[in-house]
């Protein structure tokens, strides 16, 4: 699993011209599954992102996590984030994981992140055409992979 964590000032989802989710001050997490993942890809991304260290204490260093805060979270579905360019110049998607496999695991992640931060986490619709609009805060976006655990 791979997430792409924005800090940000608000950030939104809108489905069809409706507004779905919206939160201010937090995290935005965009969620990227592929097929060999699991609810252990998923419990230690929650866990990562839950304790990341990516807000300003008091002399402006990034060392408060989202508890600290009372931040907010929206979590988004992203299957371009497995994207492979290596061929051409049209993203290939093969190794993105199919709904069958990518749904469960994305709203584990999602109840993991809630049950970590114990905050209610808003969210996008799985497969569905969203428009995302955030505001990064920083900027700052940091990538996590499970895999690489780094």
Not at 6 to 18: D, F, H, K, L, P
Not at 107 to 123: D, H, I, N, P, Y
Request: glycine residues 12%.
């Amino acid at each position: 699993m791979r997430l792409l964590i924005q800090r940000v000032a608000r950030a939104s989802v809108t489905i069809g011209g409706e507004l779905r989710s919206q939160i201010g001050r937090g995290m935005l997490i965009l969620v990227g599954v592929e097929p060999a993942d699991g609810p252990e890809d998923a419990q230690w991304l929650a866990g990562k992102a839950a304790r990341l260290r990516i807000f300003d204490d008091e002399r402006g260093v990034m060392n408060l996590d989202i508890g600290a805060i009372d931040g907010e979270l929206l979590v988004v579905s992203q299957f371009t984030l497995f994207a492979s360019t290596r061929k051409g110049n049209r993203p290939s998607y093969v190794r993105a994981a199919g709904e069958a496999v990518a749904k469960p695991l994305y709203e584990e992640f999602m109840a993991r992140l809630g049950a970590e931060t114990g905050k209610r986490v808003q969210s996008g619709v799985f497969g569905a055409d969203m428009q995302v609009e955030l505001l990064n805060d920083g900027p700052v976006t940091i990538w996590i992979d499970s895999k690489n655990r780094e």
